[in-house]
């Protein structure tokens, strides 16, 4: 089983400061990497996937990059929307996974 | 509007059985390959199954696999999970979700609430 490992756990930001979210794949998954953003009590919803693919309706203040194992979450000039736990799932080879989660708080 | 939505979490005894189902509707439902996700109170997410498009394969978690079994009637736009062997492990809210281009998750839905408890 992949391993996918967050950094940090928690982070607490002012608005207009810049985030980054990592996250650490145990062996190499090529791009089949996305980030999901879920706010309090609502579904989780896609914000970037295959790495670095944006998607239509996801403010562009949101970037994702990286490949192999390592990959990067960018939110750019946080908003106070952007409070929420941010995940990284891998979808490269069963069983598929997720890691642990990012609260990002607004300060 | 592209739409998954679940049904059928209820309060079950460790050791019983149940069966989720999960409705779809605004796209071709035969076209993809249709997860379950589950999230324990206060945790994160986690992955628990997949089934193609048609039926034919089908990939489970280590933590679910050979008590729970996913399956779709796709003449029903219908997704399905039968859980067996419940565990109080398995208490948790049950997303329905699409997979989309990539496979990432594209359309989840609200979930679906599995309590397991004597």
């Known amino acids: 089983e992949i391993v996918l490992t967050q950094s940090p756990d928690s982070q607490s930001v002012t608005p207009m400061e810049t985030v980054t979210i990592t996250c650490r794949a145990s062996q190499p998954i090529g791009t089949s990497l996305h980030w999901y953003q879920q706010k309090a009590d609502q579904s989780p919803k896609l914000i970037i996937r295959?790495?670095?693919q944006s998607l239509s309706g996801v403010p562009s203040r949101f970037s994702g990059s990286g490949s192999g194992t390592d990959f990067t979450l960018t939110i750019n000039s946080l908003e106070a929307e952007d409070a929420a736990t941010y995940y990284c799932?891998?979808?490269?080879?069963?069983?598929?996974?997720f890691g642990q989660g990012t609260k990002v708080e607004i300060k | 509007d592209v739409q998954v939505e679940e049904s059928g979490g209820v309060v079950a005894q460790p050791g019983g059985s149940l069966r989720l189902s999960c409705a779809a509707s605004?796209?071709?439902?035969?076209?993809?390959?249709m997860h379950w996700v589950r999230q324990a109170p206060g945790k994160g997410l986690e992955w628990v199954a997949l089934?193609?498009?048609?039926?034919?394969?089908?990939h489970y978690a280590d933590s679910v696999k050979g008590r729970f079994t996913i399956s779709r009637d796709n003449s029903k736009n219908s997704l399905s999970l039968k859980m067996n062997s419940l565990t109080t492990e398995d208490t948790a809210l049950y997303y329905c979700?699409?997979?989309?281009?990539?496979?990432?998750?594209?359309?989840w839905g609200k979930g679906t609430t599995v309590s397991v408890s004597s």
């Open positions: 295959h790495a670095s």
């Open positions: 799932h891998q979808s490269s080879s069963f069983p598929q996974t």
């Open positions: 605004g796209f071709t439902f035969d076209d993809y390959s």
């Open positions: 089934v193609s498009w048609d039926g034919h394969y089908t």
């Open positions: 979700g699409k997979e989309g281009s990539w496979g990432a998750v594209d359309v």
